[in-house]
């Protein structure tokens, strides 16, 4: 059974029920979410129950060594995430024996977490575990919850490969939330091409978030990368140091200030939905902090008294932030209307913020969910480590630092507040991206419309041929096996078999190797052994990252951040597997930048589009980081771009791709359009507006575009799936182009510059310094395409 009801609907109490009963009766659970926070906090709400028969315990990376046997051998109620399954438990499944014969029920929290790539392998992972539970006689009741899940049963039926009841219907109260949809203003700065430079998301969020806690508002700030929830964090807590050195000269030790009349609505305030003009995203996750003030507020620099509670106005207490001479008059107000509320401790205002990431060891994890709860913090800068379902009741506000990706996400992070029933604030502040713009400037692509259907391909071969290898090693495959893995686990296997990864034998198919069957699944993509971070000066382990990213966020030359710290990279060697940081304090951040060339191996679709053709195919992608560049933290500014000797990588993807005749393109060449400007242009829009109609991230996709492929011998634009196999994002932009493609002209027409700016046509990524774009070429080519 799936159950897909809003936040804070009672799912968690639909499955803790009868999984405390499977406990009483002298079953096992097994309860598995995508987060160790989740984990985490869903063990506390079990022991907070005080059942004695139930013995409830985590078992995750997190878990001691010295803790694990007793979890192994006493617990009967395990909760763990699909990483640990994959890894520690099924390969030892005769360690857990005891446990798998009584096991009962399998709860999939925020099942809606399990897509693309990471899902598909995360139902592989589940056939395999529904396999051993058979090995021990045991048939466990598999019950998932998701408050964004669409198609709730055909999603969860793909996912386990179980026939799936639903449950949809939600009657729990819940109070309103105000969204808010918050644009950035264009500083006087000017970057590639001469483009506008927007002030970035991250900056936003870092004042308002500085506000939202001297206002005595609880917040979380979702930003989309480590780094960044670091840079927010960082940046909140300098603006209320400089706060309360104000403050402090100000009102001396006076902490109690009376209060007056409610602060008039003003835009921006509860009560009013504000959609701003929008823009897109700065480079990536990472955006530089530009430090220009906003037009609707005073700058860093203003006295204390207009900027607390300035902004967006919210105090949650009518005329916080005013000094008393500012409330009522001089006297104050009336005795029946007068109101205290106590600032906080002066020299304390920074340390109510704090960021919040993966990385963390677990203890400083648990301690900042304690202090949120508690309201020791008041603001908490996170990846989305926090979106999932961590009960952190009492938020009353959550700031979206750029378009997470998805509607499910938007709703899903939009829901940490309010969780006790009232009323929220949400603020989605747009980057400067192509898709943020279009969002801001069209509220209706997300108010009143489904969530995205949840994209996975269990069979893709990529993601099938490592877990059967791996199901292999626990049990050895037979032909009884076959229907649990799919329809094309017959063909994977010959292919197995002949690459000489198992071996046939008349009982079935066996993992004969000794190397761990395991570790040719890379489940959350990485791939490639991680590098380690290492401070040369000392040898301090700061971090992992992996192999793949290294390439953009450890070269050298990198600024990288770690709690806090800022370090420079001194060497980056893929061989040992290692990057040398130094700590450095640099006034500048970088972005990677990549090339990338595309073959065609197969064409397994196309149809006319107008008077070209749209397909979708295999293709092998290779890319290499060739440059990165250096931005000012405090304006944007472009510093220089630094070359860099990289290797290339090769990636077997598929992708979408549309071509037009040369007719076509011979006219569009009379009218002076730069043909190879026109299709770059294109594509990067296309890039940016796709995550609208499948359910991936810009990061998840790439593009090429070419006047003349070698392959095809035609202007043509190629989207594809950033992950090895392909991950079901292009095949969605082929099945949806004509929306996709219409909705990418239009963004391109609104927005206001006139060559072509983040918002619209460049592209954070590019690796080609955002040369050539043609924005007006573009246009004509887009509606060429969609001519009927």
């Given at each position: ?19 405390v009963?499977?406990c009483?009766?002298?079953?096992t ?41 007793w ?8 909760l ?11 390969p030892?499944h ?62 969860a039926k ?29 500083t ?80 921006g ?26 037009a ?10 207009d ?39 002066v020299?304390?205002?920074p ?5 919040y ?9 648990r ?8 309201g ?6 996170t ?49 400067d ?8 400037h ?29 199901a ?24 197995l ?7 046939r ?55 990288y951040?770690h ?14 597997g ?26 397994l ?34 510093l ?22 040369a007719?076509e ?38 593009g ?22 392909g ?18 002209r239009?963004?391109?027409a ?6 072509g700016?983040?918002?619209?046509i ?27």
């Open positions: 059974m799936i159950i897909s009801t809003g936040t804070a609907s009672g799912k968690s109490l639909a499955y803790l029920t009868p999984a009963a499977s009483l009766d002298g079953g659970v097994l309860y598995l979410t995508p987060t160790k926070a989740l984990a985490a906090d869903q063990l506390r709400g079990i022991r907070d129950l005080r059942i004695t028969q139930v013995r409830a315990a985590c078992f995750d990376g997190d878990t001691p060594f010295e803790e694990r046997t979890v192994r051998k006493n617990a009967n109620y395990v763990t995430n699909p990483d640990m399954l994959h890894r520690g438990i099924l030892r005769a360690q857990w024996s005891a446990f798998f014969r009584r096991l009962r029920l399998v709860v999939i929290d925020e099942c809606h977490g399990y897509r693309g790539v990471f899902g598909s392998h995360v139902a592989q992972i589940l056939r395999r575990l529904r396999r051993v539970c058979a090995r021990y006689g045991a048939q466990p009741t598999f019950l998932l919850a998701s408050a964004t899940a669409s198609e709730p049963g055909t999603f793909r996912l386990t490969g179980l026939e799936m009841a639903e449950v949809t219907t939600d009657a729990s109260p819940k109070g309103s939330t105000t969204v808010a949809l918050w644009e950035p203003p264009l006087e700065l000017r970057g590639e091409g001469g483009a506008p430079v927007r002030r970035t998301a991250t900056a936003e969020a870092a004042d308002l978030l500085a506000d939202l806690v001297l206002a005595d508002v609880r917040t979380l700030a979702f930003v989309r990368s480590r780094r960044g929830a670091e840079t927010v964090a960082l940046a909140a807590r300098a603006k209320l140091a400089d706060v309360a050195f104000s403050l402090s000269h100000q009102f001396g030790t006076t902490r109690t200030v009376p209060t007056g009349p409610a602060l008039p609505a003003a835009p305030r509860p009560g009013t939905v504000e959609t701003a003009p929008a823009t897109g995203a700065g480079p990536g996750t990472d955006e530089p902090l530009t430090d220009q003030p906003r609707d507020r005073p700058g860093p620099g203003s006295p204390a008294s900027r607390v509670g300035s902004g967006l106005g919210l105090s949650g207490r009518p005329g916080a932030g005013q000094p008393p001479s500012e409330v009522g008059g001089p006297a104050g107000p009336q005795a029946d209307d007068a109101q205290a509320w106590a600032l906080p401790e020299s304390d205002l340390e109510k913020v704090a960021a990431r993966a990385g963390y060891l677990a203890e400083d994890r301690l900042l969910e304690k202090a949120l709860r508690s020791t913090l008041m603001g908490l800068a990846t989305n480590a926090l979106e999932l379902g961590v009960d952190v009741s009492g938020l009353d506000a959550v700031l979206i630092a750029g378009w997470p990706g998805t509607r499910a996400s938007l709703w899903q992070q939009a829901g940490r507040a309010g969780r006790d029933g009232q009323d929220a604030l949400a603020v989605l502040i747009a980057r991206d192509p898709l943020d713009t279009y969002l801001v069209h509220p209706d692509a997300l108010f009143g419309r489904p969530v995205e259907a949840i994209v996975l391909d269990p069979d893709n071969p990529y993601v099938l041929g490592p877990h059967l290898c791996a292999a090693a626990e049990i050895p495959l037979s032909e009884d096996d076959l229907p649990i893995f799919g329809n094309t686990a017959a063909t994977v296997l010959d292919t078999v002949t690459d000489g990864l198992l071996r034998r008349p009982a079935g198919w066996f993992w004969t190797k000794r190397e761990r069957a395991t570790d040719l699944a890379d489940i959350r993509g990485g791939g490639g052994a991680p590098i380690q971070v290492v401070e040369s000066s000392t040898g301090r382990l700061l971090g992992s990252v992996d192999e793949p990213s290294a390439h953009t966020m450890v070269h050298t030359g990198a600024v951040i709690q806090g710290e800022t370090f420079l990279v001194e060497l980056l060697d893929l061989e040992a290692v990057a040398l940081v130094s700590s450095a304090q640099p006034d500048y951040s970088t972005f990677a930048r990549d090339i990338t060339d595309i073959s065609l191996l197969s064409t679709r196309s149809h006319a589009l107008g008077p070209g053709t749209l397909n979708f195919g295999e293709v092998e992608v290779t890319r290499q980081v060739v440059s990165y560049l250096k931005r000012r933290l405090q304006s944007g500014e472009m220089g771009d630094e070359p860099l000797d990289l290797p290339p990588r090769t990636l077997r993807t598929r992708a979408v791709w549309w071509t037009l005749p007719s393109v011979a006219a569009l060449a009379e009218e002076g359009f730069d043909l190879g400007g026109a299709a770059h242009a294109a594509e990067h829009a296309a890039i940016g507006l796709l995550p609208l109609f499948a359910t991936c991230d810009r990061w998840d996709i790439g090429v575009s070419t006047e003349l492929h070698a392959d095809t011998g035609l202007l043509t634009v190629f989207v594809y799936d950033g992950h090895e196999g991950a079901g994002f292009a095949e969605r932009g082929y099945a949806r182009a004509t929306d996709w493609l219409t909705a990418t239009e963004a391109i609104s927005c206001e510059c006139e060559r700016c983040p918002s619209c460049q592209s954070p990524k590019c690796g080609n310094g955002n040369e050539p774009l043609d924005k007006r070429g573009a246009l004509r080519l887009l509606a060429t395409l969609l001519t009927p």
